[in-house]
């Protein structure tokens, strides 16, 4: 019997002497191992086992009751059934979630690799010899104040007492490195990489490595660029986490909440150029984290959400999905109430274009690699972002470091606006996308 199996005949055990009758337990575990460097120093080394569950009860009259616990034994899980069954009293009566529709579908077969864990003196060894080697790879790389290297196992599993049972586990290798520099009469330039995978083994820390040098070096010699109009290309990661800081365009709680730019009939609705196609694909291969179900015990999937510029599909909760009379789409996370959030976005062409760009001979261009301050520089509910990016002027594919400037523009209005999505995807820690071309937004520089 495994533990998921034990847990399950402990919390039905539990359940029946304290005259529960329907409940649900989600968890995981969590053994990770990470270490940070500094000046030939270690300057971290965390090793942590992180546990949590979550029991959710309902009473006789469908009220439902949540509680969190770290404990998993006998003891643990009686309480946990008992302090939610009391909280079920005082909890809500409308729209009360349930157990999803689909938390007994057969799951996704996903292929991942298992690796062996290190010990921590090795993972500090090995990024020691990073952080050396990226002192010397040039001169005017004098700090590397942020980096990091760490492995965890993960495991999840969800349960309730209809008779579903999910497990599954995972490893995950993670490298980050950002390095600084310093020159005479010039502003310090920084860059940056962050690369996974399932193992220590397979993770491409020569690619980071190299990445950040090219980055680094790519903006030390600056120039300030003029304020006004340009036509802009976002490389994957800028273009994903704009995705991301708006995703409340095809969250449907938000949607329900009206905390979002869509509203309940904005499926079918043209929201961006007919060149955009866009999914949510948990399963993807480039998703080293995949998760085969999420906190209610739904499948995850590939969701298609924009088709050709039109919005398909929003991201559902069991909740959500029964007051939209829809489906659960593998994106609910379960705590004191249901949110939902992404998986993995999957960004790709849509229509063919009429014509073709190419950075080779563009002219006055800006390519923007990093957004910055998501934080601060966006509101969602309007639609408007103004942040600062790193990111080069390129001319005939020459490109010249951006000494600083800001981005800004209305996100509805920047997906109407492609003009181009190239043909050759990224594949990065949240998600796979290509260069997206955007004909025209506001640039503020230092002029």
């Known amino acids: 019997m495994s533990k998921v199996q034990s847990i399950a005949q402990i919390a039905t055990e539990k359940a029946h002497q304290l005259g529960i009758k329907k409940f649900d337990i989600y968890g995981s575990a969590v053994d990770q ?200 290309v976002f490389s994957p990661e800028a273009f994903l986490s704009l995705l991301g800081a708006f995703s409340n365009l095809y969250n449907a709680q938000n949607i329900l909440d009206k905390q979002s730019l869509s509203t309940p009939d904005s499926l079918g609705k043209q929201i961006a150029s007919s060149l955009l196609s866009l999914s949510d694909n948990a399963l993807h291969e480039g998703n080293i984290g995949a998760e085969t179900f999420d906190g209610e015990g739904t499948p995850t999937r590939n969701l298609p959400i924009i088709e050709k510029g039109i919005l398909v599909n929003f991201l559902h909760s069991s909740v959500t999905a029964k007051r939209m009379n829809a489906q659960p789409t593998g994106h609910a996370s379960i705590g004191a109430k249901v949110s939902i959030s992404p998986n993995y976005y999957h960004v790709f062409r849509g229509e063919q274009p009429t014509q073709e760009y190419s950075l080779e001979n563009a002219d006055n261009v800006i390519l923007i690699d990093d957004v910055q301050a998501l934080h601060a520089g966006v509101n969602s509910l309007q639609g408007s972002f103004s942040l600062p990016f790193d990111g080069w002027l390129v001319n005939k594919g020459e490109k010249v470091s951006i000494e600083a400037a800001t981005v800004a523009g209305d996100f509805l209005e920047l997906l109407k606006s492609i003009i181009f999505v190239e043909d050759t995807p990224e594949i990065t820690p949240s998600g796979i996308c290509p260069r997206i071309w955007i004909d025209s937004l506001s640039v503020t520089g230092q002029s």
């Not at 030939?40 to 969190?68: D, F, H, L, M, Y």
């Not at 040039?138 to 999910?166: C, K, M, W």
């Not at 790519?218 to 109009?229: A, E, F, T």
């Open 33 to 232: 191992t990470s270490v940070q460097v500094f000046q030939g120093e270690p300057k971290q080394v965390k090793a942590s086992q992180k546990s949590s569950v979550i029991v959710r009860v309902w009473n006789e009259k469908q009220q439902i009751g949540v509680t969190s616990t770290t404990d998993v034994d006998e003891v643990g899980i009686e309480l946990a059934l008992k302090t939610a069954l009391e909280a079920s009293y005082f909890g809500v009566t409308d729209h009360v979630p349930d157990f999803s529709t689909e938390a007994k579908s057969p799951l996704p077969v996903v292929k991942s690799s298992w690796g062996k864990p290190f010990p921590a003196s090795d993972l500090i060894d090995k990024l020691l010899k990073l952080e050396q080697d990226l002192l010397n790879s040039h001169e005017a790389i004098t700090s590397v104040p942020y980096n990091g290297l760490a492995q965890q196992e993960v495991d999840r599993f969800y349960l309730n007492s209809d008779g579903a049972l999910r497990e599954e586990a995972r490893s995950i290798a993670s490298v980050y490195l950002y390095t600084t520099t310093e020159q005479e009469n010039r502003k310090p330039r920084s860059g940056g990489s962050y690369k996974v995978a399932n193992t220590l083994e397979t993770l491409d820390i020569d690619g980071c490595f190299q990445e950040t040098v090219e980055k680094t070096l790519s903006h030390l010699d600056y120039q300030p660029i003029p304020s006004g109009k340009y036509r802009v």
